[in-house]
């Protein structure tokens, strides 16, 4: 941990502006200093995110609507293979399945 301390107090005395390195300290009160520029950030990130968000959840209505519509396309195939096999139980559960879609 002393050497987090030297690091930092040596930074701190030559306010080196090339320098790369970060530790927590640093960290801590670049934050402690720097709250609107932190709350800044933070709130573009979750800006772009939201955005994504969004998009990600339109994207999934979509894609329910084509399996829903994918059901009702495909019954018609489902029941004529079914009725033609003499496997009403199967056509049954067919219609079953679709049938909320349906509605």
């Given at each position: 941990m002393a050497g987090w301390m030297d690091?930092?107090?040596?930074?701190?005395?030559?306010?080196?502006?090339?320098?790369?390195?970060?530790?927590?300290?640093?960290?801590?009160?670049?934050?402690?200093?720097?709250?609107?520029?932190?709350?800044?950030?933070?709130?573009?990130v979750n800006s772009k995110l939201q955005r994504r968000r969004d998009h990600i959840e339109e994207l999934n209505r979509v894609r329910s609507l084509l399996r829903k519509l994918q059901v009702v396309f495909d019954l018609p195939k489902k029941l004529r293979a079914a009725i033609d096999e003499d496997a009403l139980e199967i056509a049954v559960d067919d219609y079953s399945a679709a049938a909320p879609v349906l509605k």
């Open positions: 690091h930092y107090a040596l930074r701190s005395i030559d306010d080196d502006a090339s320098a790369t390195l970060l530790c927590p300290l640093d960290l801590f009160v670049c934050a402690d200093q720097c709250p609107d520029s932190v709350a800044e950030r933070s709130n573009a």
